[in-house]
């Protein structure tokens, strides 16, 4: 089955720095997705992209479709303590697929 | 006014032992999926069921079925439990619009931690 591969597994940073994850894939993706999950909480949907290529922001968060359409990143600029948690990258290959997760990047901000 | 909810939140139990972990959306959304998250973390999609058909990932054993009573509900059922059942389990629900636009955002309830011992 599609495997997806991201990285770093963990990341340990100062507030304020900017926090780059990225994500991937033996095979591509028709959608990219990433996700964020608090302690003890489910995923909670960041950026979705569906074209390669795409650039998007939401907030302080920026996650581009690579052109091949097997990758993805994640950008996280001037991180704050809330941004602590794990981060998910997900591939769909069509509409109504099940999701392929990547292992999660944890990220840890110290204040 | 939880959009999607689990219960129990913790569940330790024997092997060998059937439980049940119920889950519940009320955002009429009309599809609901099982996942399993690992002690390191992994996410693995199980089920995903809608009306039409019951999508299963072919790497779940037969010992674990989703029931849906209704629309808002999709409940997982594990037989003859085993030690490496021990994982958190998260259920969510998403909303097919059709057309071929884009990803249906599925919405992931708390989670369900379950240690067989």
């Known amino acids: 089955g599609q495997q997806l591969n991201q990285s770093p597994q963990s990341m340990f940073i100062q507030e304020g720095e900017d926090v780059s994850m990225n994500c991937t894939s033996s095979?591509?993706?028709?959608?990219w997705l990433w996700y964020k999950q608090d302690p003890g909480e489910g995923p909670v949907l960041l950026i979705a992209?569906?074209?390669?290529?795409e650039l998007t922001s939401n907030g302080r968060l920026t996650a581009q479709f690579g052109t091949t359409r097997k990758d993805s990143f994640l950008n996280i600029s001037a991180s704050i303590p809330s941004d602590v948690g794990i981060y998910f990258c997900?591939?769909?290959?069509?509409?109504?697929?099940?999701?392929?997760f990547g292992g999660g990047t944890r990220l840890m901000v110290k204040p | 006014d939880t959009a999607v909810s689990q219960t129990p939140k913790y569940l330790v139990t024997q092997m060998g032992n059937d439980k049940s972990i119920k889950c519940e959306q009320n955002?009429?959304?009309?599809?609901m999926y099982w996942y399993k998250q690992d002690s390191k973390k992994f996410l693995k999609i199980m089920f995903s069921?809608?009306?039409?058909?019951?999508?299963i990932n072919e790497t779940v054993p037969n010992r674990f079925s989703p029931k849906s009573p209704d629309k808002a509900h999709l409940n997982l059922h594990i037989n003859s439990l085993e030690l490496g059942d021990s994982a958190v389990y998260f259920c969510?629900?998403?909303?097919?619009?059709?057309?071929?636009?884009?990803?249906?955002?599925?919405?992931f309830g708390p989670g369900t931690r379950l240690t067989v011992l």
């Open positions: 969510a629900s998403s909303q097919d619009r059709g057309g071929t636009s884009s990803y249906n955002e599925q919405f």
């Open positions: 095979s591509i993706f028709n959608t």
């Open positions: 992209l569906y074209k390669a290529g």
């Open positions: 997900a591939g769909q290959l069509y509409r109504g697929n099940m999701l392929t």
């Open positions: 955002l009429g959304h009309d599809t």
């Open positions: 069921y809608n009306n039409k058909e019951l999508i």
